[in-house]
């Protein structure tokens, strides 16, 4: 599933109450919202307000792999980066680690699809916002 970047972007995460559930942790689907969230931040960090105005992103598919629980206030960090695309779709990469240990947690592969913006149809991935992402 992995595939590597050296432009690998860091967003922290703190389990909160509400991550946990009646196991005592982190549920699973926390972990698809950390995975989404972590892209959302890679893409407001990397692209220009005016690129935002034109391009919106949905997700298509999510596979992930869960390999060691998070459990209440662990600090965590979660490292994401765009592999490859074609057409309208891209793949974006995202492992999971406990911030302190550094044990992986998680690792997960999105297919994303662009979309224009205003009139949200698919939109082709060109080299200019490949190059933004990359």
Same mark, same amino acid.
């Given at each position: 599933m992995e595939a590597t970047s050296q432009n690998k972007f860091a967003y922290p995460l703190t389990v909160t109450a509400a991550d946990i559930d009646e196991m005592g942790h982190v549920n699973n689907v926390v972990y698809l919202r950390w995975v989404q969230d972590a892209a959302a931040a890679h893409w407001n960090?990397?692209?220009?307000?005016?690129?935002?105005?034109?391009?919106?992103?949905?997700?298509?598919r999510h596979e992930i792999d869960y390999l060691q629980p998070a459990r209440l206030s662990d600090s965590l960090i979660a490292y994401t980066w765009v592999g490859d695309h074609a057409g309208a779709k891209s793949s974006r990469y995202v492992e999971i680690f406990h911030a302190v240990n550094h044990t992986k947690l998680a690792t997960a592969k999105t297919t994303w699809c662009l979309?224009? $913006? #205003?009139?949200?149809?698919?939109k082709r991935i060109d080299?200019?916002?490949? $190059? #933004?992402l990359k």
């Open positions: 960090h990397i692209a220009a307000p005016a690129l935002k105005k034109t391009c919106a992103w949905v997700v298509v979309l224009d $913006a #205003v009139s949200l149809r698919p080299a200019a916002i490949f $190059a #933004v």
